[in-house]
């Protein structure tokens, strides 16, 4: 209970989601000041020749807008600023303290129009971009804020920690929409790593680990599920925090208080097989299979472990049952093509791999597979191929990964890739 | 008179068996070889610190070495340990220094450091491990030491003292070195040298890995650091090499390798080089030639898992464990990687036929490791030694333990059985191991083992029994080909079987090995014949030769006259 307390206590301290106003215009101007080119820079300070004139009333605007936000009369200076970027259209710092205004008065709409004004004149630059998301997040414009928060992602967003962890936050909350929990966890693993505590974080969390496809806002007080969201997220935020007793201890009382609960079971099979207790995790995921008969990947968790472990022939009804009841799944036929492979049934295993592939052509683990079989089929040329192109999106997603966000799996193949932000636990 | 010794040596160890040799007991059922552990009684007090600091620099884990050489030429293979030091994130309270231990020929050691002039333990000699070769061929066995720092090249002067000759030879290879291998790649008769590099590593550039909420640190993955290329020096006969990284196509590639195995995969008699990596793909260095090598990992099926990912790959070795006349190579991997045995399809391919070694390392991180022949019956069979990398393994995870322990595999017609709880006491115990080195230190014909461990003493194991099966030692001499004799091909029939053997170099993690051969013969009573073909093309054919001995055999001469008659007795 200390350790809940302590969580809520530090979460009133860390203005994760909402920003006093004054706190995140500082924290963007000098985001973005910080992250301007030099050229840039030099440019923002060099006046565009305009007349004595202009030039006074441009002072006199600025001076005033900085006067009204620095003393809390947002509309006015809302207003003030508005009237200097209209004279001067290429102060970036007039947009970026309109923008941010904008966005801290709730005006999504606008702020999105303001940033993506600001985004246009400073493209080497992060930030605007992940502001643009932001507004867009808030507007409902998922895809739009997804692509524009990665887009700031990987043009940076200089040493502003408070918002790279917004940014981080925001694309697991998207992520987590989209249905790719594996990466959401990722995501939330990340920000847990680096000591965030927040209680929206924690219940992201529970629904990335129990795969429901929400927002935390969505989880209201009073929401049914609240309490064993939250229990799950809290556990995985301590095991993300390397307080393995602690989670340890959460995640037991957790599937003591909801044994036959959907998701529960997966969730701590998954945590036992990070604490490399393998027949724990088969026992987890075997429960989870009686209490959602159509559970696919704790099927497949259980025949990878097989044929990890080289008892391939042990995983092959579990595969094909996974296949079955969710024949769409990449996965399933990717883990079932390599239990095939080693079972010396090269034909229905690239029959199957070659199903993967067409799901997931761009997953390299597939090609990887699928140049082996071909391989043993005698089909050189066609090895070759997937050779390549496993080696050229290998690299791809290498690069990708040293960028940012790490795509997850359901399936952890290498126990160190899984947590890009730990020891080698 | 170098080899007059050699020869006294081994005919006085044979006749006072310093070692109490057990001998074969009456009744039908053979006891097992075991391995004794004998450390105490060698005399060997040296200790590995590992220097752990509060903030868990990398290069603490990592080590240490160790060699097994035989420096004073007496016959008797003395050890080289290797110890942290002094380093930008390491200040020793107390001077930590590396150690030299003459074998005295009676199971005890002494230790010659200070004379030696091998100690080490300056400012940016934070020790890893170290390569010993003849690497000047004028008889005195040199060494090569690896640090995180600046490596040292030792030349042996040959009165049981050392010169550092670093600078001169050009072979600091700075930042941080792991394994070296010496091997002669263009078959020009000189001992050429393969560095592998870790990761870009120095105390501000460390990062912080390990739980942010108590501020306590782990060792970070290596991913977390950025890889480097590999070095490959040219000995141009004059005791200066020349970096050849580069036009090698060594630097092709950047890695974070450890172990690292020089050997021929494709049998065309040049030595091709395959690198353990950590967290990026093995490579497998395919000498084309001409001084040019490609990187094949991935095209052969050893450079990732099986599921198409990277793993820690750390201790490597080669040989021809089915004898089928192609080397194999296996790699060791931290836990829940699985260690692989690649077999050599023969056409530059690689299977994973790992079978009972797989499951039996699933929990377990391996380092040193070497294929040899313990039981004398004429095939390679296979030690690993293991610890996991993180000490505060532990407190994550369960099932894994931070000590970890050695595990013995017989090789039973081509097939590994896991025989460690019948190989001695040592085998129930736990160590955080590193470097593992073999040699026959009491030149009583079967191989003993010693195993370096981070921040604990090191463990020297006597074999028992190895020697009741027959064998017969060769010290090959080279004449035109590299002193060490690497890529030389040792055929012999013995009992109507034939055996082959191939002198790879390298091996293990942070070690190097006896350099002479004993060939098992099992219990045949005689051997018909020993051919052994040089790298330089020249062939001596042997016959009429003695048993459980050793020989000393020179290039294109044979065997020195008399001697076998002399070791008989």
Not at chain 1, 164 to 178: A, D, I, P, T, Y
Request: contains cysteine.
């Amino acid at each position: 209970m200390m350790w809940l307390n302590s969580i809520d206590a530090e979460s009133k301290l860390i203005p994760f989601l909402s920003y006093p106003v004054t706190a995140l215009a500082l924290i963007l101007g000098l985001a973005v000041f910080c992250s301007l080119p030099a050229r840039a820079q030099q440019r923002r300070t060099r006046p565009t020749t305009q007349t004595p004139g202009a030039q006074q009333s441009f002072d006199q605007l600025k001076s005033q807008a900085d006067q009204a936000r620095e003393a809390g009369r947002l509309e006015e200076a809302i207003a003030l600023y508005r009237k200097a970027v209209a004279l001067r259209p290429k102060w970036v710092e007039g947009w970026w303290y309109l923008a941010t205004l904008l966005y801290d008065q709730d005006q999504y709409a606008e702020a999105a129009r303001t940033f993506k004004q600001a985004a246009a004149l400073q493209p080497n630059v992060g930030a605007p971009s992940v502001m643009l998301g932001l507004c867009e997040f808030r507007l409902g414009d998922y895809d739009n804020a997804m692509k524009h928060i990665r887009q700031g992602r990987q043009l940076g967003v200089g040493n502003n920690e408070e918002l790279s962890r917004v940014m981080r936050f925001h694309e697991g909350l998207l992520l987590l929409l989209k249905g790719d929990f594996e990466t959401a966890q990722g995501v939330f693993n990340g920000l847990s790593y680096d000591n965030v505590n927040h209680e929206d974080l924690i219940i992201a969390h529970g629904l990335a680990s129990l795969r429901i496809p929400m927002l935390p806002a969505q989880v209201t007080r009073d929401y049914r599920d609240r309490e064993l969201i939250r229990r799950a997220g809290l556990a995985e935020h301590q095991a993300a925090q390397k307080n393995m007793s602690d989670a340890q201890t959460e995640y037991d009382r957790l599937v003591a208080d909801y044994p036959k609960s959907p998701g529960v079971q997966y969730a701590y099979g998954r945590f036992l097989l990070a604490r490399r207790n393998d027949e724990g995790a088969v026992a987890a995921f075997q429960k989870e299979i009686e209490n959602s008969p159509t559970h696919a990947l704790a099927r497949l968790q259980i025949a990878y472990l097989k044929l990890r472990d080289k008892e391939a022939a042990a995983g092959l009804k579990l595969a094909e049952e996974a296949v079955n009841l969710h024949p769409r799944l990449p996965l399933g036929h990717y883990i079932l093509g390599r239990i095939l492979f080693d079972t010396g049934e090269t034909a229905k295993a690239i029959e199957e791999l070659e199903t993967a592939r067409r799901l997931a052509p761009n997953e390299p683990r597939v090609h990887f597979a699928l140049s082996r079989a071909y391989i043993r089929a005698g089909r050189k040329a066609e090895a070759e191929q997937a050779r390549e192109t496993f080696a050229r999106l290998n690299k791809m997603a290498e690069e990708a990964a040293a960028q940012g966000v790490t795509r997850g799996e359901a399936i952890d193949e290498n126990t160190e890739k899984a947590k890009p932000d730990s020891p080698r636990q | 008179m170098k080899y007059l010794s050699f020869v006294a040596v081994i005919a006085l160890s044979l006749a006072i068996r310093p070692w109490s040799m057990p001998q074969a007991q009456g009744g039908s059922a053979t006891p097992p070889v075991t391995f004794m552990d004998v450390t105490k009684a060698s005399g060997i007090t040296w200790t590995h610190d590992n220097g752990r600091s509060e903030a868990r620099h990398l290069p603490e884990t990592c080590g240490g070495g160790g060699v097994f050489f035989d420096y004073n030429n007496d016959g008797w293979m003395d050890i080289y340990l290797v110890n942290s030091g002094p380093s930008d994130f390491y200040s020793p309270k107390t001077p930590i220094r590396n150690a030299l231990y003459r074998n005295n020929g009676d199971g005890t050691f002494t230790d010659v450091t200070e004379k030696a002039g091998v100690a080490c333990g300056q400012m940016g000699q934070f020790g890893m491990g170290a390569a010993a070769a003849d690497f000047d061929g004028d008889g005195w066995v040199d060494l090569y030491v690896t640090n995180y720092g600046r490596n040292v090249l030792f030349h042996n002067n040959g009165d049981g003292t050392f010169t550092d000759v670093t600078e001169k030879a050009g072979v600091a290879a700075p930042n941080w070195s792991t394994c070296a291998t010496w091997f002669d790649y263009d078959n020009d008769g000189k001992l050429d040298l393969f560095v592998s590099s870790f990761v870009q590593y120095s105390a501000s550039g460390n990062v912080f890995c390990g739980d942010n909420r108590l501020g306590r640190r782990y060792y970070c993955i290596p991913r977390v650091f950025k890889p480097r290329a590999s070095f490959l020096f040219h000995n141009n006969g004059n005791g200066t090499f020349t970096d050849v990284s580069k036009e090698s196509g060594i630097a092709s590639v950047q890695g974070k390798s450890f172990g690292a195995v020089a050997t021929d995969i494709n049998n065309d008699g040049l030595m091709d080089l395959f690198v353990a990596n950590d967290t990026v793909a093995n490579f497998l260095f395919i000498n084309k030639g001409h001084g040019k090598f490609e990187e094949i990992g991935l095209a052969s099926g050893v450079g990732y898992s099986e599921a198409g990912g990277t793993r820690s790959g750390m201790g490597v070795d080669a040989t021809d464990y089915d004898g089928d006349g192609w080397q194999d190579l296996f790699v060791a991997n931290i836990d829940q990687e699985l260690f692989s045995l690649y077999h050599n399809e023969k056409d530059l391919t690689f299977t994973d036929q790992a079978g009972e070694i797989g499951p039996a390392t699933r929990l377990l991180s391996g380092w040193g490791l070497k294929f040899f022949d313990y039981d004398n019956d004429g095939d390679p069979d296979l030690i690993l030694a293991n610890g996991h990398p993180d000490d505060m393994v532990e407190v994550q995870v369960s099932r894994v333990k931070y000590k970890e322990p050695l595990l013995l595999f017989e090789n039973v017609n081509g097939q590994f059985k896991n025989v460690s709880m019948q190989s001695g006491e040592i085998f129930k115990k736990d160590f955080p191991a590193r470097g593992l080195a073999v040699a026959d230190i009491d030149n009583d014909g079967d191989l003993d083992v010693l195993v370096i461990n981070n921040g604990a003493p090191p463990i020297l194991l006597r074999n028992e029994g190895g020697n009741r099966n027959n064998w017969l030692g060769l010290q090959l001499v080279a004449k035109q080909s590299n002193p060490a004799a690497v890529g030389a091909i040792i055929t012999w029939t013995a009992g109507g079987v034939k055996h082959s053997r191939l002198k790879t170099s390298g091996g293990s993690y942070l070690a190097s090995h006896d350099p002479r051969e004993i060939l098992g013969l099992g219990k045949a009573a005689k051997i018909e014949s020993v051919e052994i073909k040089w790298p330089s093309g020249k062939v001596d054919k042997l016959t009429n030769l003695p048993i459980n001995t050793y020989v000393k055999v020179i290039e294109g001469e044979g065997v020195v006259k008399g001697v076998a008659a002399a070791k008989v007795k």
